[in-house]
Nanobody, 121 residues
Framework: QVQLVESGGGLVQSGGSLRLSCVASGSIISINAMAWHRQAPGKQRELVADITSGGRPNYADSVKGRFTISRDYAKNTVYLQMNSLKPEDTALYYC???????????????WGQGTQVTVSS
């Protein structure tokens, strides 16, 4: 069974920083892209940042220059360093990964349970 477990969320003041982590564990053969998404109350889930298997990052315009996504291949972990946080960054942050869990099967999307980030003004 595969699990994605996020950590690092919390309450921070505007202008502060947080670092989110997400570890993928279980019967994993290969990991393709990994990503962070977020969903604020009353809004649709949106992509925050993703990173390819080759390490190329991509960011939503709203977080460019403030957030940095990275991954540790040996630990099956993806990180999101969030600096200069704003109240509008408040949301439930979800980890997502494209995983191959069976030989000769396609990659599939897996999701974590989410970690809450709250930024006070």
């Amino acid at each position: 069974q595969v699990q994605l477990v996020e950590s690092g969320g919390g309450l921070v003041q505007s202008g502060g920083s947080l670092r989110l982590s997400c570890v993928a564990s279980g019967s994993i053969i290969s990991i393709n892209a990994m990503a962070w998404h977020r969903q604020a109350p009353g809004k649709q889930r949106e992509l925050v940042a993703d990173i390819t298997s080759g390490g190329r990052p991509n960011y939503a315009d709203s977080v460019k220059g403030r957030f940095t996504i990275s991954r540790d291949y040996a630990k099956n972990t993806v990180y999101l360093q969030m600096n200069s946080l704003k109240p509008e960054d408040t949301a439930l942050y979800y980890c997502n990964a494209r995983l191959q869990t069976r030989w000769y099967r396609d990659y599939e999307d897996y999701w974590g349970q989410g970690t809450q980030v709250t930024v006070s003004s």
